[in-house]
């Protein structure tokens, strides 16, 4: 029996020195000292040993789970390092190692200078409203007293939806103030931005699709002096303080009278250049006083109130706030453009 005991000390052991890791060891206690495992098996036969014998083989017996509890321990102790290292090693993070850029991208330069306008005319009191791409001939021409026979009409001009000319792409953002006025009483200052749309052909300077920013204001007492004083603040600011606007009488048929607005060029400061075709003044914008008609028609008394309008194009804002000298280049998502704003 004590050489039962001994081989299972030996068996014990080895199995212990090679058990890789927790699980196995865990499973060698169960085995040799468990319940049911070998060492109580052995035991369970002392019964028939005689009173001489007995506690030699229990000594044995004693020493032998001794030693198996100490391997056990010992190999633990040995595998739990291993095991803590590993995860050490695999779990290693190199904070000095260069991360991996987030491309989180930028504001397109027709976003950057749409802000900054914002900034401007919110800071002045108006408010941003805004209205359909696809509009009711109605709003975009009727009620604008643009007359039937106006260019503007023409298939070759614009963009129809509806066969019978009632429903097109909007050609300029003024329906909103129709929509506006029609919803709201004075006082109304409000600027629209958006996207509008002509039969154009694409070129450096123009696209069927481009944005404008409208904007109105309707009160009592509005005259032109408010809307020079206004659109001259507005230019200043988005240009610089030593900006010379010009505004040339014009026609448009809801604004009475109309004006349109040049900036002296940046460039060649008036002598003529390039940018400015040799003009000295660079065009920007369309302006006047809203006409009575329209007033009227959108219920407000135009003896009561005065309101002025202007339509900004917000390409050709942007292409001279960054110097761009081709409108395309605005269209054409080409990073190597995009990413220089
Ligand atoms: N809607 C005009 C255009 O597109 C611009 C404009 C707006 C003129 C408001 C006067 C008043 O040319």
Not at 167 to 175: A, G, I, K, M, N
Not at 187 to 213: C, L, W
Not at 330 to 338: A, G, K, P, S, T
Request: proline letters at 5%; aromatic letters at 8%; a negative charge.
């Amino acid at each position: 029996m004590k050489e039962t005991l001994e081989k299972l000390r030996a068996a014990a052991l080895t199995a212990i020195a090679d058990a890789p890791g927790a699980k196995r060891l865990e499973e060698l206690r169960v085995k040799y000292l468990g319940k049911k495992g070998e060492l109580t098996a052995i035991l369970k036969q002392m019964g028939g040993l005689s009173a001489e014998e007995r506690p030699v083989i229990g000594q044995a017996a004693n020493s032998v789970r001794e030693s198996i509890e100490q391997a056990l321990e010992a190999r633990g102790a040995v595998v739990e390092a291993d095991a803590l290292e590993r995860r050490l090693r695999d779990e290693e993070l190199d904070v000095t190692v260069p991360g991996t850029e987030a491309c989180i991208g930028r504001r397109h330069p027709i976003s950057i200078v749409l802000d900054e306008a914002k900034d401007i005319f919110v800071g002045m009191g108006f408010s941003i409203a805004e209205g359909p791409e696809v509009e009711l001939s109605v709003y975009d021409f009727d009620r604008l007293n643009i007359p039937q026979s106006h260019t503007v009409r023409e298939w070759s001009d614009t963009f129809y939806v509806a066969e019978d000319e009632s429903v097109h792409l909007r050609c300029q953002t003024s329906p909103v103030q129709v929509r506006y006025m029609e919803a709201h009483s004075p006082p109304i200052r409000i600027i629209s931005p958006g996207r509008v749309y002509r039969k154009d052909e694409i070129d450096a300077t123009h696209s069927p699709m481009f944005h404008q920013i409208e904007g109105l204001a309707v009160d009592r007492g509005i005259t032109m002096g408010d809307l020079k004083g206004t659109l001259n603040a507005v230019l200043q600011r988005l240009y610089g303080a030593d900006t010379k606007t010009r505004f040339r009488p014009h026609h448009f048929p809801f604004t009475e009278p109309s004006c349109e607005v040049d900036v002296q060029c940046f460039v060649c400061s008036g002598a003529g250049c390039r940018t400015c075709k040799g003009e000295g003044w660079i065009e920007l914008l369309g302006a006047g006083m809203v006409h009575p008609k329209v007033l009227s028609g959108c219920g407000i008394d135009p003896e009561e109130y005065s309101g002025f309008a202007f339509g900004l194009g917000l390409e050709r804002m942007t292409m001279l706030r960054f110097g761009i000298d081709d409108m395309r280049l605005l269209f054409e998502n080409d990073m190597r453009f995009l990413g220089q704003f």
